[in-house]
């Protein structure tokens, strides 16, 4: 990584962010990845964008057309957060929902189709239709800043 690259990461790492998750069903399989860098681009259509690796193995689940959802985590879920990371064997476990996984437990769960791909750098832009909004029960949210999870203070 060039020195611009990492003091670019340093420096993003003193901007908090929430934590959720991209899931995909691929047949018997829920493939998942947690994100931090997704924001909601438009109300009319619904579109939210959010920023894979080009490496990130997800990607080819996603296509133009395919269905996914991003769940917002909860301050209370940080170990759903990292079970996602580690790849956690037994991943069904936390998710529900019949044919796109949602977190169970997510402050709410974004059901999306992938309208839009644009290569950026060393990652892909990818920019999906909200379907649907599943809301869950209010909570703090899951935060990530300098490395670490936080939460707010109650």
């Not at 109300?43 to 080819?60: D, F, M, N, R, T």
């Not at 079970?83 to 064997?89: A, E, G, L, Q, S």
């Not at 990818?126 to 203070?153: D, F, K, N, W």
Request: hydrophobic share 45%.
């Amino acid at each position: 990584m060039s020195y611009a690259g990492v003091a670019l990461r340093r420096a993003m790492s003193e901007w908090p962010s929430g934590v959720a998750v991209l899931a995909v069903q691929r047949g018997a399989y829920i493939e998942a990845i947690t994100v931090n860098s997704y924001i909601s681009v438009s109300l009319e259509p619904p579109l939210v964008l959010v920023s894979i690796s080009k490496h990130a193995q997800i990607l080819g689940g996603i296509p133009p057309g395919a269905r996914y959802s991003i769940s917002a985590l909860a301050a209370s879920q940080a170990r759903v957060a990292s079970m996602v990371i580690d790849r956690f064997p037994n991943l069904k476990s936390i998710f529900s929902g019949d044919d796109v996984p949602g977190v169970t437990g997510a402050l709410f769960t974004l059901i999306c189709t992938t309208s839009h791909m644009q290569e950026a750098g060393d990652h892909v832009l990818h920019i999906g239709t909200v379907e649907r909004v599943v809301m869950g029960e209010p909570a703090q949210p899951l935060l990530y800043h300098r490395g670490a999870y936080l939460s707010l203070p109650s």
